[in-house]
């Protein structure tokens, strides 16, 4: 049994790290992205150019996508000369993109019409993740699909979970954006607090950092926020992307979301001082009055 | 050398277990409670009962306080019945209450005046922690006094720090707070949109409970939630004390902490709605709708 033809479109640094992984897995491996230089050591291994995504569409049997905003999710896959117009009949997409549940939804059904599988399969674990190949992916779709592209998806996953239907893992990965989010609040405003009342913040997270105020971001990016290391793990303009289409789809569901609405707030702030492409942890410098610096 | 005789005001859950490890220990120990049964089991093992604070104050080298609020503690320790004026000289008053930084120093000043030590120490462990003897200590205080009651603080801590001067312990435990407040609201925030969404809260768990929105509300608090289990593990009513005082402090400090103060307002409506002796998990509830339940 050969193995399925394989193509990946958006070559940033999570999905180069991906490819590279399915193309270590032996699979044939076809690239597309904007810009081509992006790929170039996708291609000396043994990865095949395609000029356009449609040209991608009409020869791979799996397609995973991972670009940058639900726009460019929704220009690549609808439209005369998008991607399930011009797919192989049979093919299943894979939108690995951090996007809208209800776009998840609308590309699924799309799809349905057009004999063509679709399912949201977002990460997350970072580009140290995706190097490792230990992302956790949180997919939505049909269980049949699941189990046929699960043995690509273990290529670069170690937590994978079929959540539900279309659009649930799209859900899945707000939720995550959503706990992290007022957790950020949290953890700047702790430190804040602690530099401001003459305390050595560093020791701080030595009484409080694996108790009941222990986090993720507390362990990891407080410690940045205190050396002033800035550089983004997570981009703040790719977080704020991510929390627009969690209150959106909450606002949907009639649901009220105010530490989410107040961190979004405090971050949309940050990019209007010219923040955007620093990491979340800079958030910490909004609190310290150094937003200008 | 004999044992210092240790004084333990403050029976509580917590104050019940810590002076249980301090007799463990073999320190003679002197107890008081406004409650005298809730020090029974003590007294059976060889406490002695003082019938007032100020007993305690007369006859013992270290006193250690755990009472609820801050005004206990001024009441307990200010004014001609207190502890600092009827302390036998050079003795030394821990005081463990999470309570107001302001007040640690003003206790420390007023206990320098009279010739006694005074130190500011909460903690954070719960009521697991204090029954393990596994408590995190946040101290404040001299260094010299520190190390002298260091041993009977390690009969039931493990993580024991010196923070800084008098009010160093508290303003640290305020960082702890501080960093749960809006972690709560996240943590809460994400299961409820998981609901709402239709997803099973529960598998979204085992997709976002080890990665970058990883803490301990979350694994330890989410399941809580989802059971429909609101015991308090730690009362509502006591983190708003908590909340108001971290607020307070930083007012003086000119801090802006908007993430803590949409927390409290939130806490604020579960107790108005009759919840201030639930867990703090029973915030959910005010998202899904169900506070009148």
Tied chains: 1, 2.
Aim: aromatic share 6%; hydrophobic share 45%.
């Amino acid at each position: 049994m050969s193995l399925p033809q394989i193509g990946f479109i958006g070559i940033g640094v999570m999905g180069k790290s991906m490819a590279g992984h399915v193309l270590n897995a032996g699979y044939p491996l076809m690239v597309y992205n904007r810009t081509k230089e992006k790929a170039r050591e996708l291609l000396e291994r043994g990865a095949l150019w395609a000029d356009t995504p449609t040209a991608v569409a009409a020869r791979c049997d799996i397609v995973i996508t991972m670009v940058g905003y639900p726009q460019d999710v929704e220009e690549i896959y609808l439209g005369s000369k998008g991607l399930l117009a011009n797919a192989k009949p049979g093919a299943i997409f894979i939108d690995m993109t951090t996007s809208s549940p209800m776009l998840a939804r609308r590309l699924y059904e799309t799809g349905a019409k057009q004999g063509v599988k679709v399912m949201d399969a977002p990460v997350s674990g970072g580009d140290i993740g995706a190097r490792q190949g230990k992302l956790s992916i949180m997919a939505g779709g049909d269980a049949a699909v699941f189990q046929e592209v699960l043995p690509v998806l273990n290529c670069f996953g170690t937590n994978i979970v079929l959540q539900g239907p279309a659009g649930a893992g799209q859900h899945t990965k707000m939720c995550n954006q959503i706990a992290i989010a007022s957790n950020m609040m949290g953890v700047c405003e702790a430190m804040a607090y602690a530099r401001q009342a003459g305390l050595d913040p560093q020791k701080v997270l030595t009484s409080i950092a694996t108790g009941a105020a222990a986090s993720f971001s507390l362990s990891n990016l407080a410690p940045r926020m205190l050396a002033g290391d800035m550089a983004p793990g997570f981009y703040i303009k790719h977080f704020i992307k991510d929390m627009k289409i969690a209150i959106e789809a909450a606002e949907e569901m009639s649901l009220k979301l105010p530490g989410l609405l107040q961190a979004k707030t405090l971050y949309d702030q940050m990019a209007a001082a010219g923040y955007a492409d620093h990491g979340t942890q800079a958030l910490f410098l909004l609190y310290t009055g150094r937003t200008s610096v």
